[in-house]
Every structure is written in structure tokens, then in C-alpha cells.
């Protein structure tokens, strides 16, 4: 009988980012889940839309100011969740916490501009079923905004102690990945939420 | 070689040990066991721990299911009879449904892929254990939460499709619809969960050599039905939402007069509830191509013909939940698209059966349980197919439609089609869970109890259904002429549940008594039979790599093994998705009570959102607590973290 051959891993890296590493295929996964739903809920809103002759049925659209601004906000804020990505690739730390900052401070004005959104968005969800698509649309990309404001505060805490290793730079990397997911799922809210009232 | 010179072969290599593989295999030993006591129970994050749980609970709830099947079968079984009420008769059937399709047939295939695909794939553990347990304990609590209502009197009565407006808030006051609603969303969460953690434990975790050409074809199935379940869930668990919010908070998605369509919900469950049926079946179908190449002696016909069928099977059932409604008034356009497309996943499912029969044929037939089951399914299935392409055609559908031929319909797709081959699984993998082989003599007597006492129950149903009688009625006048064959469908039911008695029996007997079965008792060929039965919690001493898509079958003589991952840390191989090829490694959360903390968390907040809106907010708060220890490191952790980090390069040197 023959020797077994041998595969020798011990100088394989302990972690990698970007599409190499387990967690980010699982944030893809949430994201995917995620997507479906708001994809299921846009749809409920034009299933709907086809049930009633006006859209919105004897209101105003939503006001657009508040809307415009907060998407305004949530682009920019793609800005600094680039440079603490590449800062954590490079594993440089004090980039990292900076970035971090910074981009948690962008999701708090979006949140309390969201608070503003919800005030001018002319409908109720118990009036009609427009109204509570617009709400149930919203109310759910604010939960998915919190939930990830909250885990992007438990991270940065995170990276000020003194339990960083190369995986959370890793970490880090996968949290700008998902604020993309979360700054590009607004964009077809948006429209759908401001403009396709007007336009149809 | 032959499999059995083969798998002796391996055996020897085994037992051909130096001291210092010992050493190592206790150190593994130490790294990986379970925390053992009272309180360890709850902290386990092993897949074969949680997946052996997961597996036993949900056979619970079949048997809980099949008791109240029995139920309704005794008040079917003669006219006029008087065993259940109207209110409780609503309540078993709902219940029946509800739990054969989110508490026993969707989480018992997911069961054994988190038991199954980590050893078939040739890894230590599933990618996210943490998650695992959580996903086991939402599912576990969800089912308590369904029973302990149904005992409270508040069951759901709307049938497992809970159709608005019957379960709105106008016709449907108090909690029962609530609890259906809030069922779904516990067993979706779970499901999705479980569907993420397998998929990147298959894209991610293989042993080196396993391209995707040589995924083994149980472990694709998995792979195909956990991206449906993240397609597919996501709308139900919406759609049970929205019924929530209008009951509760008075939202109109539902309400015709405001806006809302009660078409809709039909819309969104069926989106999801007919992809359900071949998440149901496809693993099912997987099972089948994994045990009938072990007991034909050769490999299976057409593996990528097989592939592809399960992708396409995947992709078509989405295309199809509109030929539920055709008794709506939904455009005839519509409706002959959807009987184009009810009839084209006949295709996929028409390659697979050849590729079998093609299997059979050119095999060394070993007459073993599992095959019967196997031989089984294709009959039993075929039927039901057949009287699938029937009401696939919108004519013949309105004539049957909510009759009992339905019934006998889903019924031979669902349990011809997978609890047939669910058994032959049992049969087949109950020697790798407990290293114990069932009895096969008791075994012949389960299937011919089975197969005799199925179709006495379902077949007649198609009669019965073409006579005219309705589904969920509780009962019916002796004149409509129903009696007779309601009685030898009753019948039919009792001779299934003395035969599922049988089968518990023996497991019972077997645990006790059953006899050893050493690593690979059927000589099969794939990676779980490469260890002990049952594994070990590390799975595997020596890490394996794959030559082909025998795994064992094909080894090589000097089959390569992997050297250089540690056996004191919780470390794992990571390979990449298309080739398999070693890529970097990573080391696995430890036990921990947390996802075991933030499942009752969130239960507490499903549970208290049924009655009131300000669960949301402050059932959200123990969440975020638990979900923030889950994450949180400890000083060990992020010890062994960083040494095993220094042990490799960094990864910025290594090129993608």
C-alpha cells in the first residue's frame, strides 16, 4: 500500500476578506433575504396600485423635501464607508476607528431625518391600502437602517478595545459591504415611495 | 477495485494508527466535545448535536401530526358521525396541515442537511453553529407555541392556507388566525436561517477535490432548496405580517373596501406555498439518487442530467402557484401560461425518474429496506404526478377543485414523493446518527404496512373527490353514497399509523439492542461513511479529499490528506466555491448559552406582538442585549483567535 500524499495548510492565512471569507457570503445571504422582501413589498404596492382608480386614493403624495434630503444623505455617506473599507483591508486601525465614526454619524442624521419623513408622508396606514403600503414599506427599510445602525455601534465599540485581531478587520470590511446593500436598496424605495405617485 | 475491497481497504488505513495520531485525535477529542450537564445542554453548537435534536423533534411533530390525521379519519369514517365537533374538526385539520408543512416536512429535510452536508462535504462543522442552534431553538419554540395555543382552545381553524377574509379581522375575532400568523413567522425565520448556513457551508467548507462537479447529489438538493427557501420564505413571512397588522393595527391590505385584495394573500402564499413543495421533494429526490446507487452496486446514471433537473425543477416552481387559483377570476392568458408551465416541471421531473430507472437497470439489486422505500416512492410518486398533469389543466381543475381529489393528489406527491423517501433516509443514515442498525425484518413489515395502508387511504380519495365531496367538511349525509369508501380510507389511515408504531418500536428496540454497525455498514460512497458511527464531534480525525464523485469509490491509493490545521483550536479548512482548492482557514465559534438567550428573546417578542403593537419596541430591547453578548468576544476567544492567526500569512499577500 502506498504512503498517503499530504496537503500541507499550515501557512494558509487564519482569515481573508471579500468574497473569500465565510461572513461575507452570509451577509450575502441576509442581503439576498432581505432584497426579496422589499422586492415582495414593492410589488404588493403596485399589485395594489392596480386595484384603485387614483394613485394615492383623495391625498397628496409624500412631501419631497425630507425624502430628497435623506437620500442625499445616504449617498454621501457611501464616501467614508469606502475609505474604512480600504483602511481595513490595509488593516490600518486608526483609519478604521475614524471611518467608523463618521459613518455612524451619517446614519444618525439619516435616522432622525427619516423621523421627519414619516411626518410628511400625507397618508395613514389604517385609512387605506396605499397607506399602509407606504408605511409598511418604510417601516420596514427603517428596521433593517436600525437593526444595522445598531450592529455598526456594537462594531466600532468593538474596534476601540483591545480585542481586535485580523478578523475584524475582515468584519469591517463586511459592514460597508452591507451599508452599500442598504444605501442601494433605498434608491427603488425612494422612487417607488415619492415618485411613483406622481408619475402614475 | 470493487466498493467492498474498497471500503475494507479503508477500514485498515483506519486502524493503521501511530502514536501520534492518537495524540492528536484526543486533543480533537478535548477541542471539539459538546459541554455536557444540564446547562451544557443548551450551550451545544455542533451540527450533528443540533441536527440530531432538530431531526428528532420534528419526527415528534409528524407523529403529533399523524395523530391528528387518525382524528380525522375516524370522523370521516362513517356518515353523520359524532367523534369531533365542527370547532375542533376545523381545528385538527388546520393543525394537521400547519404541522405537516412548517414543522415536520420543511425542517426535517433542513435536519438532515445540517446533520448530513458538513460530513458529506468533508468538514468539522456547518459554517455559522452559532446560528444553528439559534435557528433549532426558534423552530423548537414556534412548534411549543402552536400546541400550547391548539390546547388553550385558540388553534388556528382556517386551514393551513389561513385564506383571507375568512382569517381577517371581520371574520376571524380572537387569537386563533394570530397564531397561525405568528407560527409562520418563527418557522421562516428558522428556515432561513438554516438555509443560509447550509448554502455557505457548501460553497465554502468542502474538502479539497470537491469541485461542483463532484458535489454529491443529496448535498445539491440541499443546496437548490436552501436558495428556494431565501427566495420563497421571505414572501410568506410578509404576507403572514401583513394579516398580523391588519388584524392588529387595522392596516387594509386585505380589505376590499379601502383599497385592499383579498386575491392578494392567495397571490403571496402561493408564491411561496407552491416552491414549497419541491423544497418538500427535492431533497426527497436527492435522498433517492444517494441510497439507489449504494444498493444497485454501481454509480448513478446521468449525475449531471440529475444536476440540472434539480436547478430547473428549482427555477420552474416558482413559475407556478397561479394554477392554485384557477378557480379565481384570474385572465385566461394567465392561466394557460401557468398550465404550460404546471406541465413543463413534468420534464425535470421525468429526467430524474429515467436517470433512476437507468440506475436500476444496470445495477446488482441489494432488496434492502431502504430500496423498498425507494421502489415505493416511485410508484406511489408516479401516481401522484400523474394526477398532478390532471389538474394542471384548468378544466379539469375547476371540476376538482377543493374536492377530495386534491387531497389524494397532494397527498401522493407529498408523502409518496417525500415520506417514502424520507423513511428509506431513515434507513439508510439511522446506522451513521446512532451506530445501530434497524431491524430489517421488523423494516419489511414497516414498508408493506405502509405501502398497503397509503394507497387503501388515498386512493379512494381520487373517487371520492370525482363523486364530489368537498375537503375540510366534518361530515356528510349517508344518502350522498360516501360512506364505503370513506370507510376503507379510514381504514387505509389506521394501517399507516400501526406501521409508523412499528417503526418506532424498532428505533426504540434498536438503541438498546440493534446491532453494531461499524463505520460503513451499505459500503456507500460517499463522505459521511468515511468516519465513525456515530462521528465524532470533530467529524473527521484526518481531514479527507475527494478524487471524484464516489468519494470512497474512487479513492486513490495515495489519496492525499491535509496536514497543518490545528487540532487545539476549533480550526477549519475554507476552500473556494468553484474548485475546492485550499484557500485560507478560520476558526469556529465555541459553545455559548447566547443564541440559546436570543431565541427566547425573540420569542417573547413574536409571542407578545400577537396582542399587542409595543411588543415590537420593547421586546426589541432583550434582543439587542442578547444578540450583543452573542457577538461580543471573550479574552479566550480572542486569544485563540490571534494564535491561530499567526500561524499563517497574511492575507493581503495571498493572491484571490
Known sequence: MKENLVIDVSDLPGYAFGHRSVMWWGTLGIMVIEGTMFAVMIGIYFYLRGRVPDWPPNSAPPELRYGIANTLVLVASVIPNVWYQRAAEREDLKKVQIGLLISLAFAVAFIVLRFYEFTTLNCHWTNNAYGSAVWTLMGLHTTHLITDFIDSVVLTALMFTNLVEGKRFSDVSENAFYWYFVVITWLPIFVVIYLVPRWI | MTPTEEATRTADAERDETPNDERE?????????????????????????????????????????????????????????????????????????????????????????????????????????????????????????????????????????????????????????????????????????????????????????????????????????????????????????????????????????????????????????????????????????????????????????????????????????????????????????????????????????????????????????????????????????????????????????????????????????????????????????????????????????????????????????????????????????????????????????VSVLLFVIDVFRSLRAGELAGDNPWEADTLEWATSSPPPAYNFARLPTVAGRAALWDRREDQPIIKGVRSDLREMLVTNVLDAEPDHKTVLPSPTIWPFLSAVAVTGLFIGSIFTPWAVPVGAIPVAIALVGWFWPNRQEHEEELSAERDGRPPQEVEA
Open chain 2, 25 to 497: 485525535r484526543r486533543q480533537l477529542e478535548e477541542t471539539w466535545k459538546e459541554p455536557g450537564g444540564f446547562f451544557g445542554w443548551f450551550r451545544c453548537v455542533h451540527h450533528t448535536t443540533i441536527g440530531r435534536r432538530f431531526i428528532i423533534t420534528a419526527f415528534i411533530f409528524f407523529l403529533l401530526g399523524g395523530v391528528e390525521a387518525v382524528m380525522i379519519r375516524i370522523q370521516l369514517a362513517r356518515p353523520e358521525n359524532r367523534f369531533l365537533g365542527p370547532d375542533l374538526y376545523n381545528q385538527i385539520f388546520t393543525m394537521h396541515g400547519s404541522t405537516m408543512m412548517f414543522l415536520f416536512a420543511v425542517p426535517v429535510m433542513e435536519a438532515l442537511g445540517v446533520y448530513l452536508v458538513p460530513l458529506m462535504v468533508g468538514t468539522r462543522n456547518i459554517a455559522f453553529p452559532r446560528l444553528n442552534a439559534f435557528g433549532y431553538y426558534v423552530y423548537l419554540f414556534g412548534g411549543i407555541f402552536l400546541y400550547t395555543m391548539f390546547l388553550l382552545n385558540t388553534g388556528p381553524d382556517n386551514g393551513w392556507f389561513n385564506y383571507v377574509p375568512l382569517s381577517g379581522p371581520e371574520y376571524a375575532p380572537g387569537k386563533r388566525s394570530d397564531t397561525w400568523a405568528q407560527m409562520i413567522t418563527f418557522t421562516e425565520l428558522s428556515a432561513l436561517v438554516v438555509a443560509v448556513e447550509l448554502i455557505v457551508t457548501i460553497f465554502k467548507l468542502r474538502a479539497p477535490g470537491m469541485s461542483l462537479n463532484r458535489i454529491p447529489l443529496f448535498v445539491w438538493a440541499i443546496l437548490v432548496i436552501s436558495f428556494m427557501i431565501i427566495f420563497a420564505m421571505p414572501t410568506i413571512a410578509l404576507a403572514s405580517t401583513c394579516l398580523i397588522l391588519d388584524r392588529l393595527i387595522t392596516t387594509q391590505f386585505f380589505n376590499p373596501a379601502e383599497g385592499g385584495d383579498v386575491l392578494l394573500w392567495q397571490h403571496l402564499f402561493w408564491f411561496f406555498g407552491h416552491p414549497e413543495v419541491y423544497i418538500i421533494f427535492i431533497p426527497a429526490t436527492g435522498i433517492v439518487s444517494s441510497i439507489l446507487p449504494v444498493f444497485c452496486r454501481r454509480k448513478v446514471f446521468g449525475y449531471t442530467a440529475l444536476v440540472l433537473s434539480l436547478v430547473s425543477t428549482g427555477f420552474i416552481g416558482f413559475g407556478l402557484w397561479l394554477h392554485h387559483m384557477f378557480a379565481t377570476n384570474l385572465p385566461k392568458v394567465g392561466q394557460s401560461f401557468f398550465t404550460a408551465a404546471s406541465m413543463m416541471i413534468a420534464i425535470p421531473t421525468g429526467v430524474q425518474i429515467f436517470c433512476w430507472i437507468a440506475t436500476l437497470w444496470g445495477g446488482r439489486l441489494r432488496f434492502k429496506t431502504p430500496l423498498l422505500f425507494v421502489l415505493g416512492f416511485f410508484l406511489n410518486f408516479i401516481i401522484g404526478g400523474l394526477s398532478g398533469v390532471m389538474v394542471a389543466s384548468v378544466s379539469l381543475d375547476q371540476q376538482v377543485h377543493d374536492t377530495f381529489f386534491v387531497v389524494a393528489h397532494l397527498h401522493y406527491v407529498l408523502i409518496g414523493g417525500a415520506v417514502f423517501p424520507l423513511f428509506a433516509g431513515f434507513y439508510y443514515w439511522f446506522p451513521k446518527f446512532t451506530g445501530r442498525m434497524l431491524s430489517e425484518g421488523l423494516g419489511r413489515w414497516v414498508f408493506a404496512l405502509f405501502m398497503i395502508g397509503f394507497n387503501l387511504t388515498f386512493f379512494p380519495m381520487h373517487q371520492l373527490g370525482l363523486k364530489g365531496m368537498p375537503r375540510r367538511v366534518y361530515t356528510y349525509l349517508p344518502e350522498m353514497g360516501w360512506g364505503g369508501l370513506n370507510l376503507l380510507s379510514s381504514i387505509g389511515g389506521l394501517i399507516i399509523a
